[in-house]
Every structure is written in C-alpha cells, then in structure tokens.
C-alpha cells in the first residue's frame, strides 16, 4: 500500500513541489513502482521559448520560460528537473558564450534528451557550438591542440579525478581536433557547428589502455574517446572505465536528488541499473527513485532546496507567473541562476546554499512575491488570490477580535498556497497570528513562503 509521506516527498525531489492533485494521482497507482514510472512518463517534445530582441531581453526570456514549464506549463516537471541537472553536470555559461540562442539549444537538448541515454547525450552536447566555445575546443587544432575540453571530459563530465592520466588527456584532445564554429549570418543563430577535416589528427591513439582511431570516419574519431570511455577502457588502477563511470554519475545522481552521501550498497545498485541499460538514464534513474535507501530518514532530510526549486515552488505557491515572480536579479546572489553556473564544475550542493547573504536574497524573493499577490488586497472589497482558494480583505479585518480566528486565517492562507507546514512552523505562525493585529496578517504570506 502506498504512503502519502513517502509520495509527497517523491514529488518534492522529482517535480519541485507536491501538488495536492498529483499526490492524489499517485496515490491511485498500484505501487511506488508505477507511480515512480507516472513521474518518469515525460513528453517527447517539451516545445521551445520563442525568443526576440536583443540578447540581454532574450537571457531574461529563456529564464521565465523555464521557470514557468518547472512551475506551471510543464505535464511532467522532472523533465526540466532532469535539465537543470545536466546544465549543472555540462557546464556552458553564457557569460562565455555569448549567445542565448546557443545557451537555448544546449538547454532544450537537456529538456529533450535528459532521460534518453547518457552516451548519447554526452556525445551530442561535445559538438553544440555553446559547449565548443564554453571549453574552446573551438580553438583545437592538431597543430596546436588545446586540452580544455578533452581534460573536462575526463574529470567532470564521465570518470572523475584520478582515473585517467596525463597522456589520455593529451590523446582524448587530439581525437577531438577538428570540431569547430563559424559565423553563419543566414542562419537564425549565427553560429553554426563546422567540421574542418585538415584540422584534425588523424593518427591513431592510445586511450585508457585502448587503441582507438583506427581509420573510418574520422568525424566520429572525439565520439569514440565516449564509446571508450564507456565500454572497455582501462584505468589507471585497472578498472573498468565504464564501471568508474556509472558510479561517478550514480554519485552525483543521488547528491542531485537525494543530497546525502549514497552507501556502497546504493552505488553498487546505481551501477548495475546503469551498465543493464547501456547507460539508458530513465531506468537509471527509476532504480534510485524506487530505492528503498532514498526514502530513509538520510535522503529525506539531506537535501538544501537549491535556489532554482525555491523560486519555483514559490511560483507554484503563489501562483505567478515568472514573469511576474521571479527576481531574476536576485538569483545570482542566491547562489544559483540558470545560463550562469559559476564555473564548469557547476553548482554544488547543501552547504553552498547556507549563508546569511543567500538566504537575505530567498526572503527578499518572498518578499517580492508577496508584494505581487497582495497587489489588489487593501482596502474594501480586496483580496489575496491564491491557487487554491482567495482569502479576502474583510474576513481578514473580521478576526480582529479573536486570536482563535487569526490563526485560523493561517490555516486558510496555506491550505490556498497548498502548503503542508511543519509542527513548528505551524506553532510558529500560530504564536505571530495570535499576537498580531489583524492589519498584520498579511504578513502571513511572505511568512509561509519562507518556512522551511
């Protein structure tokens, strides 16, 4: 039998918020399994932000796009879940980039393909003119290689520190010589991937323990440095690279969606999920989800709601749009905006969002929320529209007598943001409406959005 905890918590993780409706959806599914598979159920076409004006507008554009399909518009919200995963694992920033019609086709790959299949996605997002540029593989020649791209491959994107050497990183550059952009004013973006065959080695090379680029097409000659990676190449210590690799990933899956460290018997789960299905990522990533490690009390309480989950559960909460809800000014300072990770290593998790300054920038977020939803509430006649009721000016002026009934405004006010508040929140609230006057319980609603 299914337990509303444990699919509240699912949807949290997987869909930024646990919206009453799909609780109660879930919660007619046969088993956790299914309703795990429900979740995973995504569209294959998330449809696209149709952008216009200069760049800096289009920056803005993209955001609240994005924010909206997470919030609102989106049938399956772990499909841009799973997005803004990949934007954190493949870093590309457009404050390097340059171009937000590239920064949207790298993110709308992610949107796409984020739960179709891990070699794939990462031979897909090398050659995207955001990821070129990003990590100037654009400028990799077999004269002169340049090793950025090859390195981060390595470290970052699918085996982790240590399991590589030097001479792998020289050789995985080289394989991927030859891919770069050009400046295309015909085309609607500008810039356009270009392959340029005399700027590629074409020798053959030795990779983890493997020889590859033997011949064929050499346009194919970067994928295989991937293909190698994860099939049958060998690392320093003699592991299998695809092994070292599907824990690596499986690592960083779990801090994504759970925030805790995973115990070996997760990890040694994750893998076998993983190299069963050829790097497939949906029935990857529905082995963690159906785990029973990621409904223990580790996973439940190990995970900081990253800044991006924060605005769009206020969003949902309140019911903006992003156009509207979203300060996009103050997520920098909150510790993550999307388009700009800090740098290729992306964001880190938990401990990274908890200061005073970037937890200032989520209360002045409530704050302009609340200004918003309030907009038409004072004076006679006002009201507080909210997703799942209206609370209206004069039942509010109407508890000015009674402590009783100004806390129970607090019961209405979450109920209508669909917000189940914690026994000390609650106590919390409950103490501030009891003592407040009634011209104060507005306050409420900045209150309840900045609850944990």
Not at 335 to 341: A, D, K, S, T, Y
Not at 423 to 433: G, K, N, T, V
């Amino acid at each position: 039998m299914l337990n509303e905890t444990d699919i509240t918590y699912l949807l949290r993780r997987t869909e930024f918020v646990a919206r009453p409706a799909r609780v109660a959806e879930l919660m007619a599914k046969p088993s956790l399994a299914d309703a795990v598979d429900d979740i995973l159920a995504v569209p294959a076409n998330p449809g696209a932000a149709a952008l216009s004006g200069p760049d800096s507008s289009r920056v803005v554009q993209l955001t609240d796009f994005w924010f909206n399909r997470m919030a609102h518009d989106s049938p399956r919200p772990l499909q841009e879940k799973m997005a803004l995963f990949w934007h954190g694992h493949f870093c590309s920033s457009n404050a390097k980039v340059g171009s937000i019609n590239l920064m949207q086709q790298q993110i709308d790959l992610f949107r796409r393909d984020g739960l179709g299949n891990f070699r794939d996605l990462t031979i897909t997002m090398s050659t995207q003119v955001a990821m070129l540029r990003y990590l100037d593989n654009n400028q990799n020649f077999w004269s002169s290689p340049n090793e950025n791209f090859g390195r981060e491959l390595m470290e970052l994107f699918v085996l982790g520190v240590g399991n590589y050497t030097e001479a792998d990183v020289q050789a995985c550059a080289r394989a991927w010589t030859g891919h770069t952009d050009t400046y295309n004013p015909g085309h609607p973006d500008h810039e356009t991937y270009r392959w340029v065959p005399w700027d590629h080695d074409d020798d053959p090379k030795w990779l983890l323990g493997q020889s590859i680029n033997n011949g064929g097409n050499t346009q194919l000659h970067g994928a295989e440095t991937v293909q190698m990676m994860l099939s049958t190449g060998i690392t320093p210590d003699g592991r299998l690279t695809r092994d070292v690799a599907a824990e690596f990933i499986s690592r960083k899956l779990w801090a994504f969606f759970a925030g805790s460290s995973p115990s070996p018997a997760v990890v040694e789960h994750l893998r076998a999920a993983a190299i069963g299905g050829d790097f497939a990522i949906k029935p990857w990533l529905r082995a963690l989800l159906t785990h029973p490690e990621f409904y223990a009390a580790p996973a439940r309480t190990g995970l900081v709601r990253p800044p991006v989950d924060y605005v769009a559960a206020t969003l949902v909460a309140t019911g903006l749009r992003s156009e509207i809800g979203t300060p996009w000014w103050l997520l920098e300072g909150m510790g993550q905006r999307p388009l700009f990770p800090p740098d290729v290593s992306g964001w880190k998790n938990n401990a990274n969002w908890i200061n005073a300054s970037a937890f200032g920038r989520r209360a002045s977020t409530a704050r302009h929320a609340t200004y918003y939803v309030l907009a038409n509430y004072w004076g006679d006649g006002g009201l507080i529209p909210l997703p799942n009721g209206t609370v209206t000016f004069e039942e509010v002026r109407a508890t000015a007598a009674s402590a009783v009934a100004r806390r129970n405004i607090v019961t209405r006010l979450a109920d209508s943001m669909q917000i189940n508040l914690g026994a000390l929140s609650r106590a919390a609230l409950d103490e501030f409406a009891g003592n407040a006057s009634w011209t104060e319980l507005s306050d409420v609603v900045m209150l309840l959005l900045i609850t944990p």
